[in-house]
């Protein structure tokens, strides 16, 4: 039943009037010209499929269906930033590209190509076909499991409520448009021109009520203005409608697909609430994309508006996840730029520096020409040689997809490792060697011998927990009270002359107090890791900087924590919140040990 007050304001929404001035506001200005190469799906409101249309010579054209199979739709979906195709659409009504051209005909890709241009063909409008042949593609937009990597893709669903009092009734009064009196003109680039050479533009008209608007000074809808024209990335579009509905609300449902745009316009109409909860979302998503696209795209645009804030977050994860990245369809287009901010860093974690060497090998093979010699030798050179087991750095004159063309770079930077191997504690290198040339500091190595994998079952974690209260009273015996530990040895350094001189290592996984009454520790919070020397080393100049990587489900690291004192409290409580989420808190704990050279 609608209250006396309900009833005012819908009365004073229907009895305003239209006039006729108008008022121009552009929004999203950072979407790009197209590309020569870009792609696009085009002519459905699914954004996931169309016909296939390519840019070319400054002139969108489509794709003749002969010859066309799955290998051409999964580079083209690839291209797209999707997980995958779906299937080939041919005779489906997209409506016909004419009076375009027809640039691709017989076709023919491998499939592990980054760009459909790539990809063989007869030559740019060369064709026999006429556009009742232009293909079309669905690509995958659900779940997805890739070889290495089983995380399920999906583009769930983030609820913000910021609402008082009338939301709903106001967002009904906004669905039913009765009483509107403010036209939002909507205005998106296709990338299309027209026959007279002008933009080919997409228009959506929403009608909405000046009363609601005036909250918002950027629509500038004061007495005698009745509409405004907004520029939109065609990218978009498809959210705006939700986002003034926010307005009304001030509820809404916020997506990984979504995520970018509405953060965006929340920032330029000022909805500062708005902006900072999503921005406080897009770490809880990070995760949800086994591709990486998303975390790409989230990169590039924190690059874009100069967000300092989430560029961090981003890396991080990726930097975090690195061996997850190099696997997934996203790594062959990552930047320049990110790519080398990803090499800076030591928080990386890699399975060892040889795996990222040949990660990054990989990548520029991938590239092409597109990468100057300049910029591979670069990269190449924020390699941390000197972190390559010594067996690993003779194999690479032999092994290295690159060292033919960049033999001064790698000769160089393995002479260094070289040195470093043999030489390290000599009083004549200690200068050399000293602790801020970032080659000579680790970054965070998983494989064997350095790190060693403990789990805790959910059950087990539960019932420490409860048994802490319980015993707090002096009483009750824990049936898991033998602690999970492992013994394990590693050499003193990474460098040849220590390979035989070993340090032995206690690790355990304490969830109650009375494990760790045990061992003579007292404990704050559960569970609680610990990891101790078993021997002394004699070398002062070694400072082993141990950590331990929270693995959500034995899928993603979302979090890298220090031991102090030869313990880590992993706990997630109010002062303590996990970087990335982990649903169940269900946790792998793989412990690494990282001697460095101080």
């Known amino acids: 039943m609608l209250t006396h007050q309900n009833l005012r304001t819908l009365w004073i929404l229907l009895l305003l009037h239209m006039s006729a001035r108008a008022y121009k506001f552009d929004i999203l200005k950072t979407h790009h010209e197209p590309q020569e190469g870009d792609v696009r799906l085009f002519g459905s409101k699914n954004v996931s499929e169309g016909r296939v249309e390519i840019y070319h010579d400054g002139k969108w054209g489509t794709v003749c269906d002969d010859n066309w199979d799955m290998a051409d739709a999964r580079v083209l979906c690839r291209q797209l930033n ?169 509820k809404i449902d916020v997506t990984l697909s979504s995520a970018l745009c509405l953060h965006q316009m929340a920032s330029n109409f000022g909805l500062k609430q708005l902006m900072e909860d999503i921005g406080r979302l897009f770490s809880k998503i990070l995760p949800e994309d086994s591709t990486f696209h998303n975390q790409v795209s989230f990169y590039k645009y924190a690059v874009e508006t100069k967000d300092l804030v989430l560029e961090e977050n981003c890396v991080q994860y990726m930097a975090w996840n690195y061996q997850n990245l190099t696997r997934s369809p996203a790594w062959s287009g990552l930047s320049v730029g990110l790519l080398r901010a990803l090499l800076t860093r030591s928080d990386l974690v890699a399975p060892g520096e040889y795996f990222v060497l040949q990660s990054v090998e990989r990548w520029i093979s991938e590239k092409g020409d597109s990468v100057d010699l300049e910029t591979q030798a670069d990269l190449l050179g924020r390699i941390r040689f000197p972190m390559i087991p010594a067996e690993k750095l003779y194999v690479i004159e032999s092994s290295s997809l690159l060292y033919s063309t960049h033999k ?29 040339n970032i080659n000579y500091q680790p970054r965070i190595y998983t494989a064997e ?70 061992y003579g520790v007292r404990c704050e919070s559960f ?70 050279y101080v």
């Open 82 to 250: 999707f997980p995958g195709a779906k299937s080939i659409v041919t005779g489906k009504d997209y409506g016909q590209g004419a009076p375009g051209p027809i640039w691709l005909d017989d076709i023919n890709c491998k499939g592990t190509e980054t760009h459909l241009f790539t990809c063989e063909f007869k030559g740019w409008g060369e064709t026999d076909c006429t556009h009742k042949e232009d293909v079309g593609v669905v690509c995958e937009t659900g779940s997805r499991t890739h070889s290495s990597i089983n995380v399920d893709i999906n583009d769930s669903t983030h609820s913000l409520d910021h609402s008082l009092g009338l939301s709903d009734f106001l967002g009904q009064i906004f669905d039913d448009g009765n009483g509107c009196d403010f036209l939002i003109v909507v205005q998106s680039p296709t990338g299309n021109k027209q026959e007279d050479g002008t933009p080919e533009i997409s228009v959506k008209t929403i009608c909405a009520h000046k009363m609601i608007l005036s909250q918002i000074p950027f629509f500038n809808a004061s007495v005698g203005i009745t509409n405004i024209t907004v520029n939109l990335s065609l990218t978009c579009q498809p959210h705006f409608t939700s986002f003034i509905r926010y307005i009304y609300t001030r």
């Open 449 to 518: 011998p350095w790190s060693i994998v403990l789990e805790v079952s959910s059950s087990e974690t539960q019932y420490g927990q409860y048994n802490n209260h319980y015993n707090n009273y002096g009483y009750g015996y824990n049936p898991y009270s033998q602690t999970r530990s492992k013994s394990f040895t590693t050499p003193v350094h990474n460098s040849l002359i220590f390979k035989d001189t070993v340090m032995s290592w206690q690790a355990n996984i304490f969830i109650n107090r009375q494990e760790c009454s045990n």
């Open 408 to 436: 001064t770079v790698y000769r160089d930077n393995m002479l260094k490792a070289f040195q470093f191997n043999v030489l390290l504690f000599s009083n004549l290198t200690k200068q050399k060697f000293g602790k801020d």
């Open 527 to 596: 569970p609680v890791l610990r990891l101790t020397p078993q021997s002394y080393i004699s070398q002062s100049e070694i400072l082993f900087r141990n950590r331990v990587l929270l693995v959500c489900q034995g899928q993603y690291v979302c979090q890298v924590q220090d031991f102090k004192s030869n313990m880590a409290s992993v706990s997630a409580n109010a002062t303590q919140v996990l970087p990335y989420p982990c649903a169940g808190d269900q946790f792998i704990y793989q412990i690494v040990v990282t001697p460095e």
